[in-house]
């Protein structure tokens, strides 16, 4: 089956510091790759995506690029702001997955930067 | 541009009580939709989907239930609450092509008393 695993929070950071949030996948085929944001009380937002091999998805500051050699998808930020704290979590949905494109969530984690 | 609407914002309800989670999506057609469970702050379940009309997949055996009665309008009902159901019910849309990534809407805070 498919699964996503992401780096245990909480991550505490001063502001201005270089963030790096792991992400791993297990999935059949050629799976989409996504990272989403949610800050407190509200829902989901998507951050960015990348489809196929070797993409950089970028949104924000933030960059991941889909490493299929290494299953990995992870998070990074050059210089993280106040206004970044929230909880990321990391997502694919399988190319095959049919009509129900139903996505698979890593377990999220929580970023607090400190000013 | 494509807009989600979840309705009530925010909702207390006592324990036996029903409910009824409203969620609708604008500017698109033939939608896929699902209702999402999110507990303890932070994991996301999965409930049910929706790829049309009428047409239901349940992810979790439970006291919940769900209907699509309209293409962009999708409902998140129960007979009798229970404690176990407080959470944040979040809806999300996604579209026949791309990839497939999902959009969500602002969620509803339950909280059964």
């Known amino acids: 089956g498919n699964s996503v695993t992401q780096m245990e929070g909480p991550v505490t950071l001063s502001e201005e510091a270089f963030l790096t949030i792991n992400c791993t996948y297990t999935?059949?085929?050629?799976?989409?790759l996504f990272w989403y944001v949610q800050y407190p009380g509200e829902g989901l937002q998507l951050l960015l995506k990348?489809?196929?091999?070797?993409d950089k998805g970028s949104n924000k500051g933030f960059e991941a690029t889909y490493r299929k050699e290494t299953t990995s998808f992870h998070l990074e930020k050059g210089s993280v702001q106040v206004s970044d704290s929230a909880v990321y979590f990391c997502?694919?949905?399988?190319?095959?997955?049919?009509?129900?494109?139903?996505?698979?969530f890593g377990s999220g984690t929580q970023l607090t930067v400190l000013p | 541009s494509q807009t989600i609407h979840q309705w009530p914002a925010t909702l207390v309800q006592p324990v036996g009580s029903p409910l009824s989670l409203e969620c609708t999506v604008e500017?698109?057609?033939?939608?896929?939709l699902y209702w999402y469970r999110q507990a303890a702050g932070r994991g996301l379940q999965l409930l049910f989907y929706?790829?049309?009309?009428?047409?239901i997949s349940s992810e979790v055996p439970q006291n919940l239930s769900a209907s699509r009665p309209q293409d962009r309008q999708f409902i998140l009902s129960s007979k009798k609450l229970l404690l176990s159901d407080s959470g944040f019910y979040l809806c999300?849309?996604?579209?026949?092509?791309?990839?497939?990534?999902?959009?969500f809407g602002p969620g509803t805070r339950l909280t059964v008393t």
């Open positions: 999300a849309w996604t579209g026949l092509v791309g990839a497939y990534e999902q959009y």
């Open positions: 999935a059949t085929g050629y799976p989409s």
């Open positions: 990348a489809t196929k091999a070797d």
């Open positions: 997502a694919l949905t399988p190319i095959s997955s049919g009509s129900a494109r139903q996505l698979t």
């Open positions: 500017g698109t057609s033939n939608p896929n």
């Open positions: 929706s790829v049309g009309i009428g047409q």
